[in-house]
């Protein structure tokens, strides 16, 4: 798939200001600061159209973008550490539960996972859930130039051996670096995939 266009549509609150429409929407989302805007501005091909930033918790809203004029990346705030109050926190994991639990328009979930660490509780909790409700999702390894190819491995073995303690199948996964563009093409293929099987 080539994406030819890519445009910030708006962002959101709550679940009833998400555009009104019949695009797909392929949501993104992971724990603060694990390169989630860089992702999407690799995969678009298009530098700052998601806002990058070096501070946890910066996205706080549901934000759409427009791709090819016929469906949607979103990008979703952060789960985890945010240097915000608790109270804000509370709002952000509401507004995402809220997302991905209720949105009918959402026909993937791409759960975005530091492939530099060991599997954290709140990624293996968060995955936990979307099994628990059905919801498709794929996880995303990020940031896998950060480091030794040997290293990315042990770590991705590390988290697929955490996961199948309480999986019988492992979900689709990605490895990726936002910096030298890997993954992209296997990325933007299954979502290829997913709009022709519509």
Known sequence: MNITSAEFKCSSQKLSQIPNDDFLEFAFIG?????????????????????VSGTPGKTKLINHFTINHNWYIVDLPGYGYARVSKQARGEFSKLILNYVQNCDKMHYLFVLIDSRLEPQKIDIEFIEM??????????????????????????ISAFKKRLLEQWEELPTMFVTSAEKKTGKEEILSFIDTCLKNC
């Open 31 to 51: 724990r603060s600061n694990v390169g989630k805007s860089s992702l999407i501005n690799m995969l678009t091909s298009k530098n700052g159209l998601a806002k």
């Open 130 to 155: 979307l099994g628990n409700h059905g919801i498709p999702f794929g996880i995303v390894f990020t940031k896998c130039d950060k480091q030794s190819t040997s290293q990315t491995h042990s770590n």
